[in-house]
C-alpha cells in the first residue's frame, strides 16, 4: 500500500488561477484515482491592499495595464472553465478585491482543527461565488461557523491577531525557496509546478509520484 501524496499548495483566496489549479489537481486525483494529502501555504497578491479593498478591474487595469476589454475576455474564460470544473465564478463590475492577509491567519488557525481545507474552499467560494468581502472578521466568523468551527473563537483569534506571524512566517518559507507566483504546487515536498497546468499534466505527475513510491 502506497500513502498518500503529499501536495503542497501556495496560494491566495482571491487568486482565480489558483482555484482553476487546485480544481484541475482535483479532477486529476478523480480520474487516476490516487490519494493526495493537501497542505495549504499562504502566499498574498496584494500585501499592501488597503482594508477597505478596491475595485477589481480598476486594480488589475493598474497593476496589470488589464484594457476592459481584456478583462471582460478573461472573465468569460474563467468563468467557462471553473464551470467546467464544477467551481462558479461570478464576477461582477463592482467586484472588489480584498487584503487577505485575515483570510490567511482563518486557514492557518483552521489547520489545527483540521479543517484547513473546508476553510480554503469556503473562502474561495465566498469570494469568487458569492463575492463576500474576506477581509472583514464578520464575514470570516460566518465562514468559521459554516465548517464546523466556533465562530466567536474564530473572531477572537483575528482580532488578537494571535497567528499573524506564524502566518507571516510560512510566507517567508516560501518566498525564499523560490516561490513568487501562484499557484505554486510542490509535490512531495521536491517538485515544484507553478501555475494551472491542467487535469493530464497533473495527472502524469501523479502516476509519475505513484510509481516511484512503489519501485
Known sequence: MTTPIRVDIVSD???PWC????????????????????HWNPFELNPAMAQEGENLRAHLAVKYGTTPEGSATARTRLTEMGAALGFIFNYADDMRMY????AH???DWAEEQARAHEAKMALLAAFFTDRRDVSDVRVLAELADDI?????AAR???DSGERADAVREKQ???????????PAMIFERQHLVTGAQGEATYASILKQLKAAQAA
Open 13 to 15: 483566496v482571491v487568486c
Open 19 to 38: 482555484a482553476i489549479g487546485y480544481f484541475q489537481l482535483a479532477r486529476a486525483v478523480r480520474d487516476t484515482d490516487i490519494k493526495i494529502e493537501v
Open 99 to 102: 487584503n487577505t492577509f485575515r
Open 105 to 107: 491567519q482563518l486557514i
Open 148 to 152: 464546523g468551527l466556533d465562530p466567536r
Open 156 to 158: 477572537a483569534m483575528l
Open 172 to 182: 517567508r518559507f516560501w518566498t525564499a525557496r523560490g516561490v513568487q507566483g501562484v
